[in-house]
């Protein structure tokens, strides 16, 4: 079963706009954690940002945001006004226990390619 | 500084051939690890290294054989590859092996086989 569910393939917006990409996970851990990564053309994943799963509260940086919702597994990312440079393929991703150990093990979502229009 | 470095950028190589990917950190990381990916797709784990030692394997063919010879430094060996095997191979380095630190990933190996 996928662990992490980015259920947008692709989204196409024009500059300025409001973008929001969709993360819904599925763990049975109390304890996890989730990422969002950036993949430019160029290849390098970038990392965004780390939750950990008690601490629900938003966080903004810049024009990223995201919102943390337990109650509905969900880690979504909004990018306020959206630039060119912006365009990237997104991962969410999902780190837990590893049966039972400490171990880290990232599971990613398909990615969502965002394309940003001049 | 959060820099994962990776050579060779671009490799073709045969099926005949034996190569090496490198990959090193100096942020001071003990957990280190290896992804394939193809195009498309995310991330696919290969092999996770911990203060040095092979701590995960994923079932990987033995024609991909890693070695972890210091704490910065990762390599890969290639040896008898298939075509299907040309992907994008990834470097990432974290504080530890804990499930809780992210992970930082170098620019990558465009690895093509023919």
């Known amino acids: 079963a996928q662990k992490v569910t980015q259920a947008q393939t692709e989204i196409s917006v024009v500059e300025k706009e409001d973008v929001t990409l969709d993360c819904v996970y599925e763990?049975?851990?109390?304890?996890?954690?989730l990422f969002w990564y950036k993949q430019p053309p160029s290849g390098e994943l970038v990392f965004l940002i780390r939750r950990n799963s008690f601490d629900e509260q938003n966080e903004i940086s810049g024009r990223y945001s995201w919102n943390f919702q337990k109650s509905t597994s969900s880690f979504n990312f909004t990018i306020t006004a959206s630039q060119v440079v912006d365009s990237a393929v997104y991962f969410c991703?999902?780190?837990?226990?590893?049966?039972?150990?400490?171990?880290?093990?990232?599971?990613f979502g398909r990615g969502t390619q965002l394309t940003v229009w001049p | 500084d959060t820099e994962v470095t990776q050579t060779p950028k671009h490799l073709v190589m045969g099926m005949t051939n034996k190569k090496s990917l490198k990959c090193e950190q100096h942020?001071?990381?003990?957990?280190m690890y290896w992804y394939k990916q193809k195009a498309k797709k995310p991330p696919e784990l290969m092999f996770v290294y911990s203060y040095e030692k092979l701590s995960i394997n994923e079932s990987v063919p033995s024609r991909f054989s890693p070695e972890c010879p210091n704490s910065s430094l990762l390599n890969l060996h290639l040896h008898a590859l298939q075509p299907e095997d040309s992907a994008l191979y990834l470097c990432?380095?974290?504080?530890?092996?804990?499930?809780?630190?992210?992970?930082?990933f170098g620019p990558g190996t465009r690895l093509t086989v023919t």
């Open positions: 763990t049975r851990d109390t304890t996890y954690y």
């Open positions: 990432a380095s974290s504080q530890g092996e804990l499930y809780s630190y992210e992970q930082y």
């Open positions: 942020m001071g990381h003990r957990a």
């Open positions: 991703a999902l780190s837990e226990p590893d049966r039972g150990s400490t171990l880290g093990r990232l599971y």
